[in-house]
T-cell receptor
Framework: DSGVTQTPKHLITATGQRVTLRCSPR?????VYWYQQSLDQGLQFLIQ???????AKGNILERFSAQQFPDLHSELNLSSLELGDSALYFC??????????FGSGTRLTVV | AQSVTQPDIHITVSEGASLELRCNYS??????LFWYVQSPGQGLQLLLK??????LVQGIKGFEAEFKRSQSSFNLRKPSVHWSDAAEYFC??????????????FGTGTQLKVEL
């Protein structure tokens, strides 16, 4: 157990739908990062939050949004889903010493 | 912009043989460098990281990596590979960490196959 918890582990949904992925960071870590891993794009950085505030944005689509709550857990919202959004979505957290720890991921399948 | 190149998409080695996985990075400041391993259907496990100091870094599972600033490289090595090392390996670079942290940029990965 890495200490970073992601739920659900698997998600199957239809095109056009909206889903929410959840991440609980490792205890004490203030930063949360979201990554998307697909066969054609590899591991792509989506967005980072630090203590509730957005800190960095990567190649995140406008249909996607995220937030970090006061208890530091984070949610990634994916809407108007397309077949191409099927991927593994990873959350990572880091603390002051900068060690990134990844969760086991959520596998999203859009049908 | 930061980037990472892993020139070898696939590598096959025999069990017991030595291993070197190549990683070259591009970053405009002092890089923080990482190697992760991913087994099929699993998350990313940190093997080792380099922030500063000794350029030869020891990690878990008998892996080590050497930071060579002049070559912009951070190659991963293991003296004797075990069948359980078969997995995909990712090199990543990040920036100088502030209180807010920083994103990691990953290479495309190297798939390691171990022949018995």
């Amino acid at each position: 157990d890495s200490g970073v918890t992601q739920t659900p582990k698997h998600l199957i949904t239809a095109t056009g739908q909206r889903v929410t992925l959840r991440c609980s960071p490792r205890s004490g870590d203030l930063s949360v990062y979201w990554y998307q891993q697909s066969l054609d794009q590899g591991l792509q950085f989506l967005i980072q939050y630090y203590n509730g505030e957005e800190r960095a944005k990567g190649n995140i689509l406008e249909r996607f949004s995220a937030q970090q709550f006061p208890d530091l857990h984070s949610e990634l919202n994916l809407s108007s889903l397309e077949l191409g959004d099927s991927a593994l979505y990873f959350c990572a957290s880091s603390g002051r010493l900068g060690s990134y720890t990844f969760g086991s991921g959520t596998r999203l399948t859009v049908v | 912009a930061q980037s990472v190149t892993q020139p070898d998409i696939h590598i096959t080695v025999s069990e017991g043989a030595s291993l070197e996985l190549r990683c070259n990075y591009s970053y405009g400041a002092t890089p923080y460098l990482f190697w992760y391993v991913q087994s099929p259907g699993q998350g990313l496990q940190l093997l080792l990281k380099y922030f500063s100091g000794d350029t030869l870094v020891q990690g878990i599972k008998g892996f080590e990596a050497e930071f060579k600033r002049s070559q912009s490289s951070f190659n991963l090595r293991k003296p004797s590979v075990h069948w359980s090392d078969a997995a995909e390996y990712f090199c990543a670079v990040g920036g100088i960490l502030t209180g807010g942290g920083n994103k990691l940029t990953f290479g495309t990965g190297t798939q390691l196959k171990v022949e018995l």
